[in-house]
């Protein structure tokens, strides 16, 4: 065997499972999105549809589609919530069992990483029984006490029952990976703040929210992706109420015209342009904080 | 992108590993040599639809069906049409929804068997019929089950209320404010943004019919004058605020069904299952009657549910396959089977006489209950469904969700132009002839 050849040859098991299950179903998917079937006359029969060529007019009824638009400013909305308070509540929370790091620590981990175990659509169902007034002790609990609560899935309330499903779930997952930072972080620097009189806030803020710095980004840019994901709690919650459309995230759009309306086509261009934005939206969003959060590791 | 490439992934998988294998004959439709063996299979969702199989399978040595449980009438559509897609992997009889067989015709995806099957028209009711012919000469499936609507309430609940069975939808309307005023907490029943079937099954009883052929091109009439009326007539219940606006099957409906604060539910004649799965601790105090009509002097029904069984395009044994299908709806053992054992109302005619002499179990009380239910059946309206249902069906969820959200009458007929816009709209852009 020639010396040249062998890295290629162990690299081939690599390159022939993502040729096949990534590059090919992407560029099938590509290749779907310019495609499209033509109907003739009533449509019925054999030989009365034929897939022809489309050019980019899927793309154009995509993004021209009057649901379209709404999804994308939804889902804006949407993480504008979920990652703000997600993270914030994984930050506070990782550095509150840092600092005690005590024995309690323990099973509070444990209790707050749990949700993150439960898949999203039994978690969307778990909190729809809570959700709808009658069968909410939630509610139940409330009037007890004389507060009337509102619909949590009425229009004006929607996105943050929807949102609070995700921070629910995802806020555990985020704090763990903080969580490991802070440990990793050595303790000779806190002893030597200490020294020279910082407080734990100031030790908090000075000190270890700066080293965990890469952590925040890491889990900043797994939040922005998922947020841009957002399927299956606005799917679970849909038949149980009148505020979440069959395109009430761009997702939910690929799907109902892929599964729903038999349309592959449009489908593949939607899913297309989400994939191609949230690529768009991680590159630059690490080209913005990357060279300065990961500067320290050098 | 790790979901959105999941999904696109797996369907590209199927569609490539398939397409591989493609060449399956297409002159199948071959004469049936009694002494040929041939094994079919069946895709339904109805229960215990192996053990009715068994019947035809110990009669028919040479023809041995097997049966393959689906998840629903949806998800075996969309498996369905993915194998046609593919060129293989279609089973030779499939379960099909009455309003998805337009969809399976223009995909090319059931035969017509019109040969195979014989005249079996005189066998079902003329509203069924018509779904499986598309009002043509072609047969591309036999009736299996249908839906008539019926109408459920409570009947402890309408002798309190001093309330009689509401005749007219003007009488429904009344009761439906009298049982609200008596107790704020009651209602006769909901408008549901979820059930575009029990939308259009309304629509039908006043006279609309969504689609229809006219010469070589499709109508679209989804606010016609007929659809207008019941929209209108719902949206100023829902705006009055005696009728619920939350969707049917829901948690909380099932809650309000068991405790009483939904008194009444527009169903259909498989609803007895519905009400015992979820309001069980109410049995004995329901009745069931016709729906309120719009002319008390000419009593009209429409239809929610039901479907027939089809041969597919890919099936090499069609003349067995139809022999199947035949038997599977017209014999009267299957029929019988159909009805105890698989528990669906099946569509023959002669069901009532055969096979449904016991009322079901949650309405033992009321002896007619078949009686009335094959009243129900004879009175159903044509109605033609189209090759876009399922577009037209998730835009109703969507406008309608809107329109009961926002309690407003005039919302509920604007939503009727929307779904109007959205079918019309898809049709000629796939390239569909429509009539304007």
């Keep these: ?298 | 992108m790790k979901r959105t490439f999941a999904g696109v992934l797996a369907a590209a998988l199927i569609l490539t590993a398939t397409a591989c294998s493609s060449d399956d004959g297409d002159d199948s439709a071959g004469q049936a040599d009694p002494n040929e063996k041939v094994a079919l299979t069946y895709w339904s969702w109805a229960p215990n639809m192996d053990k009715v199989v068994q019947g035809w399978n110990a009669a028919h040595p040479n023809i041995q069906v097997t049966v393959n449980k689906q998840d629903g009438g949806d998800p075996a559509v969309a498996k369905l049409l993915t194998a046609i897609k593919a060129g293989s992997g279609a089973p030779d009889v499939m379960q099909a929804e009455y309003q998805k067989i337009p969809t399976l015709v223009a995909a090319d995806a059931v035969a017509d068997i019109a040969k195979e099957a014989g005249d079996l028209k005189a066998k079902f009711p003329e509203s069924a019929w018509n779904s499986v012919t598309l009002g043509g000469e072609a047969v591309y499936g036999v009736p299996q089950d249908s839906g008539p609507m019926m109408f459920f309430y409570r009947s402890d609940v309408f002798d309190k209320a001093g309330v009689a069975v509401p005749k007219t939808w003007d009488e429904y309307a009344a009761a439906a404010r009298k049982i609200h005023q008596a107790n704020p907490k009651q209602y006769l029943g909901t408008f549901s943004s979820n059930d575009p079937g029990w939308f259009a099954g309304l629509s039908q009883q006043a006279g609309a019919s969504w689609w229809g052929v006219q010469g070589e091109s499709w109508t679209v009439a989804v606010n016609d004058a007929a659809t207008k009326k019941v929209a209108d007539y719902w949206g100023g219940l829902v705006q009055e605020g005696v009728i619920d606006n939350k969707p049917m099957y829901t948690p909380e409906w099932n809650a309000a069904l068991n405790d009483g604060t939904q008194v009444g539910w527009l169903g259909a004649v498989w609803g007895p299952g519905v009400l015992e799965g979820n309001a069980a601790s109410t049995k004995g105090k329901w009745k069931t009657a016709l729906l309120p009509n719009w002319d008390a002097a000419a009593p009209a029904n429409g239809n929610w549910g039901g479907s027939a069984t089809s041969v597919t395009s890919q099936s090499k044994h069609k003349a067995q396959a139809a022999e199947f299908v035949k038997w599977l709806n017209t014999d009267p053992a299957a029929i019988k089977a159909l009805a105890g054992t698989a528990n669906v109302y099946p569509a023959a005619n002669d069901a009532t006489s055969v096979a449904l002499t016991e009322p079901p179990a949650f309405f033992s009380n009321q002896t007619d209950f078949y009686a009335l239910a094959a009243e129900a059946g004879k009175i159903t309206k044509p109605f033609t469904y189209g090759p876009n249902v399922n577009v037209a069906y998730s835009s109703y969820n969507d406008a309608f969700g809107k329109a009961a959200e926002s309690k407003k009458a005039a919302q509920f007929g604007a939503a009727l132009d929307t779904i109007q816009q959205a079918t019309v709209g898809d049709l000629k852009n796939a390239g569909f002839t429509v009539a304007s």
């Design chain 1, 1 to 298: 065997m020639r010396k040249s050849s062998a890295p290629y040859l162990f690299l081939t098991p690599a390159l022939v499972l993502f040729a096949a299950f990534l590059a090919a179903p992407i560029g099938y998917a590509g290749y779907l999105s310019l495609r499209r079937v033509k109907v003739s006359g009533l449509g019925l029969g054999a030989g009365a549809r034929s897939e022809v060529w489309a050019g980019l007019s899927n793309y154009g009824r995509s993004l021209t589609d009057p649901e379209f638009v709404p999804s994308v400013l939804r889902v804006g909305a949407y993480g504008l919530i979920v990652v703000p308070c997600m993270l914030g509540l994984a930050l506070v929370l990782a550095l509150l069992l840092d600092a005690g790091r005590t024995r309690v620590g323990t099973f509070t981990r444990t209790a707050i990483f749990l949700p993150y175990a439960v898949p999203a659509v039994i978690a969307s169902l778990l909190w729809g029984f809570l959700y709808l007034p009658r069968v909410s002790p939630i509610v139940d609990v409330l009037s007890g006490v004389g507060i009337t609560a509102p619909d949590a899935l009425s229009s004006g309330w929607v996105l943050y029952a929807v949102a609070n499903i995700a921070i629910w779930g995802g806020t555990g997952f985020n704090m763990i990976v903080l969580y490991t930072a802070l440990r990793a972080i050595p303790t000779d620097l806190f002893e030597a703040a200490r020294i020279d009189g910082a407080s734990d806030i100031q030790i908090a803020l000075r000190i270890k929210i700066p080293v965990i710095g890469p952590s925040l980004v890491m889990t900043f840019l797994f939040s922005l992706i998922a947020t841009l994901q957002v399927f299956a709690e606005p799917m679970t919650l849909r038949p149980l109420s009148n505020t979440i459309s069959t395109t009430w995230t761009p997702l939910m759009k690929v799907y109902r015209d892929a599964f729903v309306r038999n349309d592959i086509y449009s489908a593949a261009a939607t899913s297309v342009i989400i994939a191609a934005a949230t690529f768009v939206i991680s590159y630059g969003f690490l080209k913005i904080v990357g060279s300065r959060a990961f500067s320290q590791e050098n």
